[in-house]
């Protein structure tokens, strides 16, 4: 069974261990309290602004706005866009559009599917548009956590 110790520094109970599991303090060390501390290191100059906010990551911070910004209009527009041009294209307001699409089609070996090569673009610009557009807001989410961790991990600035 192990013992409780009562740290001499916070007053917090740890049992068994060699360092306090509150502050740190060194238990058992003889009567000398040792206070753990992280190792000192070079650390990124930041800078601030006026109203006292870093302005460490305004890189990052622009290029994730942007990134979003972009991923949405792709996303959507690319959608929208898609949808669009079959209802036009099935309409008949872009014959040279289908023929284009009908004579490709024939080439794949595919051309007895009367209008297939209108839903092959319509599927892949739904396809492209959703791959592209997340991938965008994907690396906006990325630009993101790096300042977050970055931010959590150095308190001390």
Same mark, same amino acid.
């Given at each position: 069974?192990?013992?409780?110790?009562?740290?001499?520094?916070?007053?917090?109970?740890?049992?068994?261990?060699?360092?306090?599991?509150?502050?740190?303090?060194?238990?058992?060390?003889?009567?000398?309290?040792?206070?753990?501390?992280?190792?000192?290191?070079?650390?990124?100059?930041?800078?601030?602004?006026?109203?006292?906010?870093?302005?460490?990551?305004?890189?990052?911070?622009?290029?994730?706005?942007?990134?979003?910004?972009?991923?949405?209009?792709? %996303? *959507?527009? /690319?959608? $929208?866009?898609?949808? +669009?041009? @079959? !209802?036009?294209?099935?309409? &008949?307001?872009?014959?040279? =559009? #289908?023929?284009?699409?009908?004579?490709?089609?024939?080439? %794949? *070996?595919? /051309?007895? $599917?009367?209008?297939? +090569?209108? @839903? !092959?673009?319509?599927?892949? &610009?739904?396809?492209?548009? =959703? #791959?592209?557009?997340?991938?965008?807001?994907?690396?906006?989410?990325?630009?993101?956590?790096?300042?977050?961790?970055?931010?959590?991990?150095?308190?001390?600035?």
């Amino acid at each position: 069974m192990q013992q409780t110790v009562t740290c001499p520094n916070c007053g917090s109970q740890s049992s068994g261990k060699q360092f306090c599991t509150n502050c740190g303090t060194a238990l058992g060390g003889g009567g000398q309290e040792q206070v753990w501390e992280p190792p000192a290191g070079p650390s990124a100059p930041s800078v601030v602004g006026k109203a006292g906010t870093r302005q460490k990551h305004i890189f990052l911070g622009a290029a994730a706005i942007i990134f979003k910004i972009f991923g949405w209009l792709v %996303l *959507g527009g /690319g959608i $929208l866009g898609s949808v +669009g041009v @079959a !209802v036009l294209a099935a309409q &008949g307001v872009m014959p040279g =559009l #289908v023929d284009l699409l009908d004579r490709g089609m024939a080439i %794949l *070996g595919a /051309g007895e $599917l009367a209008g297939a +090569g209108l @839903a !092959v673009m319509v599927f892949a &610009g739904i396809i492209g548009s =959703l #791959v592209c557009g997340l991938g965008f807001l994907a690396f906006a989410e990325l630009c993101s956590a790096v300042i977050a961790i970055d931010d959590n991990t150095r308190e001390g600035e």
